[in-house]
């Protein structure tokens, strides 16, 4: 399983960033994949995840803290997920990281849960 992730970067508060996550290496299309962060100092936070369109349902899950701001989506035949974010804010500085193999069942969703994991892509909301 390999995963890397791009388009992190310094953007100012209020403004948007596509994050791709490009899968390989494993049966992509039959699973959940789940985007985190982490903040200096503080703990993974998962953020959106979303289901398998051929083994489950495609439904995506939003934690509360970007719902409405961040959109999650995938892409099974070019083996990439993506998180679209907008109205950036200086709290959303982190380091994202997608996973592959965990639940994706609800808003709430952990690191522990999942198995593989990307090397992430710094994030920073600055002006």
């Known amino acids: 399983v390999q995963l890397v992730e791009s388009g992190g970067g310094l953007v100012q508060p209020g403004g948007s960033l596509r994050l791709s996550c490009t899968a390989s290496?494993?049966?992509?299309?039959?699973?959940?994949i789940g985007w985190f962060r982490q903040a200096p100092g503080k703990e993974r936070e998962g953020l959106s995840c979303?289901?398998?369109?051929?083994?489950?349902?495609?439904?995506?899950f939003d934690a509360d803290s970007v719902k409405g701001r961040f959109t999650i989506s995938r892409d099974n035949a070019k083996n990439m997920v993506y998180l679209e974010m907008n109205n950036l804010k200086p709290e959303d500085t982190a380091v994202y990281s997608c996973?592959?193999?965990?639940?994706?069942?609800?808003?709430?969703?952990?690191?522990?849960?999942?198995?593989?994991w990307g090397q992430g892509t710094q994030v920073t909301v600055s002006s």
């Open positions: 979303i289901r398998s369109t051929e083994t489950s349902d495609g439904r995506t």
């Open positions: 996973a592959v193999d965990g639940p994706c069942y609800s808003s709430k969703f952990y690191d522990t849960e999942y198995e593989y």
């Open positions: 290496r494993f049966t992509f299309d039959n699973y959940a």
